[in-house]
């Protein structure tokens, strides 16, 4: 089945299921592919005001 063949399942020579290989759908992801895309500025790493921390703390 994984060389890409089918199986049919019958009842009373009517076909019922049909297996087939799965195949993964999702995306390959690769390593720095936004390299180069993305800016990061440099207050993204300043400290949180006092009102934003307590509102991730309740």
């Not at 992801?29 to 993204?44: E, I, N, P, Q, Y």
């Amino acid at each position: 089945m994984e060389a890409g063949e089918e199986i049919v399942i019958a009842r009373s020579g009517k076909p019922v299921a049909r297996l087939v290989a799965h195949q993964d759908s999702r995306p390959v992801r690769r390593f720095g592919a936004l390299k180069g895309r993305l800016t990061v500025d440099d207050s993204f790493f300043d400290p949180l005001p006092e009102s934003d921390l307590t509102a991730w703390e309740d």
